[in-house]
């Protein structure tokens, strides 16, 4: 969906105009894909607005950056700081935030050391990210993950997305929605930019990391809420025919939430309506996040922010 533009961008500890974030076409992010960055929402509140998991995303930045040899010169207290006061100076809520790290203008060649390290965050409006509410219809991809110890996937580095863009680009043009890849094994690793989780017999399965799945942050959310629930939860490999099998089959993610599965190949999910567990987990999630429920985790950093449009259910 289209960018909506807002009035600052955080570079380097400033606050700039949005139009004044470039950077030269010849940076080294541009020819070798290196970057590493996060995806955060800011949710509306009763009485304001609060950012969601913020330490946890900046920290999960700066171990993507330390795989790659990114020295990042900003601390964790800084990077948040850095939102905050980007989110309050935008005063936009909801919002969707993306910091990035990236090599820039410095030296050509895949050595990318001697390139100079930037750190941006922007923020911006960005509404529902998986269209649907009934649930979406989706396809295993032909494109599997990456092999361990080829790209690591614990970093959330850009050039990851590449093969995130095929997986998603070939389920989109045979008509579904998303896509689910398999790792090197054939085994079940995650969306495009989702991780899965499955419901059989009235236990939470996921995928362990070791899958090569990204450690999401909303998906540590889920297993979170799911424990706090009372609900029997396994990490464990899921072959690719238990998706077909399964009660429920639901992604989640910053930008997906919480988004339950339909459809899997044109094979409906049960009987395709958002199972009770996938749904009690969302309506947790949601009421948390929007403040209507105490937040007991400890998840929610509140910002200055106005917002006139009452929170809803």
Request: aromatic share 8%.
């Amino acid at each position: 969906m289209p960018i909506q533009a807002t009035e600052k961008i955080w570079h380097n500890g400033n606050l700039i105009p949005w139009e004044q974030a470039t950077i030269h076409v010849m940076s080294h992010v541009i020819h070798y894909g290196s970057s590493v960055f996060e995806g955060i929402r800011c949710y509306k509140q009763p009485h304001g607005a609060a950012i969601f998991r913020l330490p946890e995303h900046m920290q999960r930045m700066l171990d993507s950056a330390k795989i790659y040899r990114m020295d990042l010169p900003f601390t964790l207290e800084e990077l948040c700081a850095g939102v905050v006061d980007l989110v309050e100076a935008n005063g936009v809520a909801p919002c969707y935030i993306r910091p990035i790290a990236l090599r820039g203008y410095g030296e050509i060649g895949v050595d990318p050391t001697r390139s100079p390290i930037e750190v941006y965050i922007a923020d911006f409006p960005w509404g529902k990210y998986i269209p649907g509410h009934g649930g979406a219809d989706i396809c295993v991809s032909s494109w599997n993950r990456m092999a361990p110890n080829t790209m690591p996937s614990l970093a959330k580095a850009a050039s990851n997305y590449m093969n995130s863009q095929l997986i998603h680009m070939e389920a989109e043009v045979n008509g579904y929605q998303e896509g689910i890849a398999l790792d090197v094994h054939g085994l079940v690793s995650e969306g495009s930019g989702e991780n899965v989780f499955v419901v059989r017999n009235g236990v939470l399965f996921t995928p362990p990391l070791a899958n090569s799945a990204l450690s999401g942050i909303t998906r540590d959310s889920v297993l979170t809420i799911a424990r706090h629930l009372g609900l029997p939860v396994t990490e464990q490999p899921l072959p690719r025919e238990l998706l077909y099998i399964a009660d429920e089959v639901f992604f989640s993610g910053t930008a997906a939430e919480v988004q339950p599965i339909r459809s899997i190949d044109r094979i409906t999910i049960a009987d395709g309506k958002p199972g009770e567990i996938t749904q009690k987990i969302a309506d947790e999630f949601f009421a948390i996040t929007s403040g209507l429920k105490p937040d007991r985790f400890g998840w929610l950093t509140p910002v200055k922010i106005n917002v006139d449009e009452p929170v809803k259910a």
